[in-house]
């Protein structure tokens, strides 16, 4: 749960960092796009104020509307005055563009101290939002009034028009947080998945092998009273019920423990044990199992002694679990080989079988938790991809390592490399 609260935390944190740093940088793109509009104008003003300090057929229009004469053109005065401002509009835009400025605006030209003035259609005189730039003209129309003549160009929603500008910047930044944050969320929501999924594993392979405990003291009890009246000839075969139905109620034991590893993240109890009788009777048992399967099982464990910090009970599991998966994913006629030796201070155990193999493709995820070959005829037994995971877990935690050698159809080599107490 802490864990949990920790990346939910620190999540959190990281996006609300990275919307704090867009925004900063949106706030030095707007001011840096102000920055440039402002720039951009001054060229426009200068460029409008030389241009309509000429006598021109704009000027002489403007100044026939603004002095409100009508007798040139012969025209109503509205005419005259609509006509201006129209072709004064176009003028506006044209210097605007000009000069990289393409947004709505709104003008308004007056005569100083006087009621004398023309606007555009769009043209609101008491918006306070509008940002003004006044261009004070010289030449032909103040000399035709006699006065200060003032153009005044306004612009409304010119942030707006700022983040336009930013499009590309702004745009591509709310898809990539968008996609951040997405992601995130999906692999937070995979984590809390996979951990519901152990959990509910876990539980069940508690339930499970609490289950199995019954049956297991069952046996146990039967073979007992069995045992009281054997002969020469039931002997060998109530010791293999006897041995085996020992050996299942240590495993029952070690899946328990197996899923309190993965639970908890718990670490093996280990000891000072000389492994070599361990692995003596593991073979031996083996072996006599093997002859009732018709397994052809051949040892040879090399002299001296096998002395490791280890586990004994998981380490013999690990090692007969491998040896359980050389027998049952084979073609007969089965041959199993397994020896022992030491190397180099380290005890190197190998199993060799002419097995089915594995494909190198394989041999890199054998050994994850829950994973299967999809093909071949490894479905022909079953199993939940546990086994190799267990043998993976118990080497780690005594600090070993396994190699694996493997031909398609032919054989597998694996071999357990442990390091021994100096």
């Given amino acids: 749960m802490k864990k949990r609260n920790i990346y939910v935390l620190v999540f959190i944190i990281s996006v609300i960092g990275l919307v704090i740093t867009q925004y900063q940088y949106l706030r030095i793109g707007l001011n840096l796009a102000n920055v440039r509009f402002n720039q951009n104008m001054g060229k426009t003003v200068q460029t409008v104020q030389t241009d309509l300090s000429y006598n021109n057929k704009l000027t002489f229009l403007l100044g026939k509307a603004i002095t409100n004469d009508a007798t040139y053109f012969k025209t109503e005065l509205d005419s005259t005055r ?44 008491q918006n306070k939002k509008d940002i003004k730039y006044p261009i004070q003209l010289k030449g032909y129309l103040p000399n035709l009034v006699h006065n200060n003549v003032i153009l005044e160009i306004r612009f409304n929603k010119i942030n707006n028009y700022f983040l336009a500008q930013l499009n590309g910047l702004t745009v591509p930044s709310f898809i990539f947080l968008l996609a951040i944050i997405i992601i995130v969320i999906w692999v937070l929501k995979s984590f809390y998945w996979q951990q519901n999924i152990i959990t509910k594993t876990n539980d069940f392979i508690n339930n499970l092998t609490h289950e199995l405990k019954t049956p ?33 109620k240590e495993q029952i034991e070690n899946v328990l423990q197996l899923a309190n590893f993965d639970k908890k993240n718990k670490s093996l109890e280990l000891e000072e044990t000389n492994f070599r009788p361990y692995l003596q009777k593991l073979c031996s048992d083996f072996k006599l199992v093997s002859k ?103 080497i780690k935690l005594h600090k070993g390592k396994i190699e694996m050698k493997s031909k398609l159809n032919q054989e597998t080599k694996i071999t357990l490399i442990l390091p021994l107490i100096n």
Avoid: W
């Avoid at 000009?98 to 769009?122: A, P, Q, R």
């Avoid at 069995?226 to 020469?232: F, G, H, M």
């Fill in 292 to 394: 009732m399967e018709y397994v052809d099982f051949n040892f040879e464990i090399k002299e001296g002694v096998y002395l490791l910090k280890c586990n004994p009970t998981h380490l013999t599991n690990a090692i007969n679990n491998l040896l359980d998966n050389a027998k049952k994913y084979n073609s007969k006629p089965i041959k199993i080989h397994l020896i022992s030796e030491i190397k180099s201070k380290k005890l190197c155990i190998t199993i060799l079988d002419n097995g089915i193999g594995i494909d190198k493709k394989n041999q890199k995820i054998i050994f994850k938790k829950h994973y299967r070959i999809s093909s071949g005829d490894l479905y022909t037994v079953k199993g939940y991809g546990l086994g190799l995971y267990y043998v993976k877990k118990i």
């Fill in 216 to 248: 297991v003291f069952s046996i146990g009890l039967a073979t007992k009273m069995l045992k009281k009246n054997e002969d020469k000839k039931s002997k060998p075969f109530l010791d293999i019920i006897k041995n085996e139905n020992e050996r299942l």
């Fill in 82 to 125: 609509e006509a201006a401002s129209y072709f004064l509009n176009d003028f506006i835009d044209y210097k605007l563009l000009e000069n990289g400025i393409k947004t709505d605006f709104s003008y308004k030209l007056f005569v100083k101290d006087t009621t004398l003035f023309i606007t555009s259609k769009n043209f609101v005189n």
